[in-house]
Nanobody
């Protein structure tokens, strides 16, 4: 059975940092483009980072570029380093593995940026 499990969320003050992790069981992520998404209350889910496969090329939307970094640790783990966090970064963060015919989501981890 394939599972993605995110962890590392929490409450952080503006300007702080968090490191999110996504660990897979039952599948190797090496051949999957990996994405992180977030969903704020009352808003649609939006993508915040992608690591292509097999190249590993990364991309980010303007809202997080220069502050967030996606990385592949090994074939079953992907991380999202988030720096200089802002209140608008608050939301539930999900990792996603998707390629032709296959798609997996984690259950999400809550990130709250507040004083």
């Amino acid at each position: 059975q394939v599972q993605l499990v995110e962890s590392g969320g929490g409450l952080v003050q503006p300007g702080g940092s968090l490191l999110l992790s996504c660990v897979a069981t039952g599948v190797s992520l090496s051949s999957f483009p990996m994405r992180w998404y977030r969903q704020a209350p009352g808003k649609e889910r939006e993508y915040v980072a992608i690591s292509s496969a097999p190249s590993g090329v990364t991309n980010y939307p303007d809202s997080v570029r220069g502050r967030f970094t996606i990385a592949r640790v090994n074939e079953t783990m992907v991380t999202l380093q988030m720096n200089d966090l802002k209140p608008e970064d608050t939301g539930v963060y999900f990792c996603n593995a998707r390629k032709r015919g296959f798609e997996y989501w984690g259950q999400g981890t809550q990130v709250t940026v507040s004083t």
